[in-house]
């Protein structure tokens, strides 16, 4: 493809790799992704390490993750056009902007295509926690779906849960709040896991399911442990984790669907339906006013 490096160069090969591994998420609905799920399914496949070392065996500090971001580069600014600016998420930067028309009818009519109607029967919709940025960034479409809430922790947060999350969650007795659950399997014992489940149980009652990754799956694919740094402890010790992204974003996005799907009380196709014949409605009825 022109515009790419020489396929005999180390920048070449990754990103032709990092092309055709974009087209199969694209070819299987699972875009937008991240540089993230990148770097874990071409690690997968054995086209990068997890670190880049030296003769001596120490680790540099340029990681393959950074390589992966420059091929990706390339790819999305080929005049081809290849690779949409819009299938990598960025969740570390945010852009607020604010909605207005010439009239409050005209805000009506082109806020209509989406507006929606209660999936959940009167209840609560279920409350999708991930502990990374860039997962909650993948997932935030079908969460939007199913009109579930959605945040990302960030690894172990405080102020957080207690001012954004447990809002949600607070409630009365017996109505506890469904929560789905995505972060890694921390075999140093879950602390993100055990702090977000602790603060938030101080404000209610909590149905907690942990969708990934779970200790069943990493037996059932047999997943590599990688060395992380707690830094609660001085100087920081390094314990054993299998990230949620080690499941690759198909199989995360399928798994969610499917606990949202079998908790509705209607399919998700029933009620769209039933919004879109709504939303004939009510435009006939703006259209007669005018």
Known sequence: MVGLSKETTKAGRLQRACLRLLLEHEATGAIPTSIRFLFYELLDQGVIPKVYRDKTGAEKKRTPSQDISD???????LDSGAIPWGWIVDETRTLEEWRYAVSVQSYVEEVLPVARIDLWGGESPPLILCESRSLAGVLRDIAQDYLCPIAATNGQAGGFLHTEVAPLVAGPPGRGRRVLYLGDLDLSGG??????????????????????????????????????????????RAFDAVETEALGQARIMELLKERLEAAVPEPLSVVLGREEHQRVKVRKRLSAEE
Do not use: C, M
């Open 71 to 77: 091929a990706v580069t390339v790819l999305r600014e």
């Open 191 to 236: 602390h993100i896991e055990a702090n977000t489940r602790a603060v938030l149980e101080g404000y209610g009652e909590l149905e907690w399911e942990k969708v990934a990754i779970t200790d069943v799956q990493v037996r059932e694919r047999a997943f590599p442990a990688k060395s992380k740094l707690d830094y609660r402890f001085k100087p920081a």
